[in-house]
């Protein structure tokens, strides 16, 4: 059982002590699904849940940081930005072009 069949739990008659059951083996049978399996389910679905909680935590902090960071203004920057070269570039830049013939 996925998450969002669990969180449909929300619905109205729908709660953690609905009856489960599967398809099968059959066509048109259905089988309930052991309260054993049911709880490995439950506890499962709480340990992906506290998991979530903590991923959602980390992301949160992670945009309130991107947040607090000031952006710059291009129209407020004012000095503009070196551009650096190497030797070999500036060697070629003040060569001749070569001839073509």
Known sequence: MGKQEKDSEIAPGVGKYTDMY???PGIGQMVEVRSDIQEKIEQEYQKMKKEYAVIQSTLNKEGE????????????QTAKPEIVRSAE???RS????????
């Open 89 to 91: 570039a500036q060697d």
């Open 94 to 101: 003040t060569r001749e072009p070569p001839k073509s013939e």
């Open 65 to 76: 940081y991107v947040d607090s960071l000031t952006p710059v203004d291009a129209a407020t």
């Open 22 to 24: 599967m398809t099968g």
